[in-house]
T-cell receptor
Framework: DAGVIQSPRHEVTEMGQEVTLRCKPI?????LFWYRQTMMRGLELLIY????????DSGMPEDRFSAKMPNASFSTLKIQPSEPRDSAVYFC???????????????FGAGTRLSVL | GENVEQHPSTLSVQEGDSAVIKCTYS??????FPWYKQELGKRPQLIID?????GEKKDQRIAVTLNKTAKHFSLHITETQPEDSAVYFC????????????????FGKGTLLTVNP
């Protein structure tokens, strides 16, 4: 398996523009997580899905952020409108669930580095 | 919810010395404790994990210890090498209780380890 695949790897945009980050989880994984990483706040969980259903979105900073998972192999994180303080590295991760204890390691994608000017 | 504290935030050692990173957690129901290593510009990757039915686990130069009574766990790296330089994250999760509804890792803020040649 190619692992968790994120695109784009880098995104530079201007304040006010819409940004869409994409993630393809590892095939067969039923959990998908979106994280944001900054120097100041570390690794923050934004939202996670189980079987394509959002379970906990308490980490989503505000209404400008939204995430979807239309099927088991694709998820998006959208920021609209973007602001300079959204600049960060956004990671997607996936794992198996409780049905596979000892195999439910959380694997991270390579991340998307977002710069909002 | 779970809260994970990690210390120190930075650690500098000489090559060949040992390094110890410590974490405490707040939720006594947590029973899975992974450690992730993140090299500069890369994704976090699992290096070792431990479940609460064991007190210690080793993998070559890396070991993790767990004290459930005190609610703390530690990462030990022996004979450090320059390639061990990275940010290390601890995390905690409760894998038993609630199926999908609370299946998230809570991460510490990270420790920047620098191994000087």
């Amino acid at each position: 398996d190619a692992g968790v695949i994120q695109s784009p790897r880098h995104e530079v945009t201007e304040m006010g523009q819409e940004v869409t980050l994409r993630c393809k989880p590892i095939s067969g994984h039923d959990y998908l997580f979106w994280y944001r990483q900054t120097m100041m706040r570390g690794l923050e969980l934004l939202i996670y899905f189980n079987n394509n259903v959002p379970i906990d979105d308490s980490g989503m900073p505000e209404d400008r952020f939204s995430a979807k998972m239309p099927n088991a192999s694709f998820s998006t994180l959208k920021i609209q409108p973007s602001e300079p303080r959204d600049s960060a590295v956004y990671f997607c991760a996936s794992s198996l669930g409780l049905k596979a204890l000892a195999k439910n390691i959380q694997y991270f994608g390579a991340g998307t580095r977002l710069s909002v000017l | 919810g779970e809260n994970v504290e990690q210390h120190p935030s930075t650690l500098s050692v000489q090559e060949g010395d040992s390094a110890v990173i410590k974490c405490t957690y707040s939720d006594s129901a947590s029973n899975y404790f992974p450690w992730y290593k993140q090299e500069l510009g890369k994704r976090p990757q699992l290096i070792i994990d431990i479940r609460s039915n064991v007190g210690e686990k080793k993998d070559q130069r890396i070991a993790v210890t767990l004290n459930k009574t005190a609610k703390h766990f530690s990462l030990h790296i022996t004979e450090t090498q320059p390639e061990d330089s990275a940010v290390y994250f601890c995390a905690a999760r409760n894998e038993v209780a609630s199926g999908g509804s609370n299946y998230k890792l809570t991460f510490g803020k990270g420790t920047l380890l620098t191994v000087n040649p």
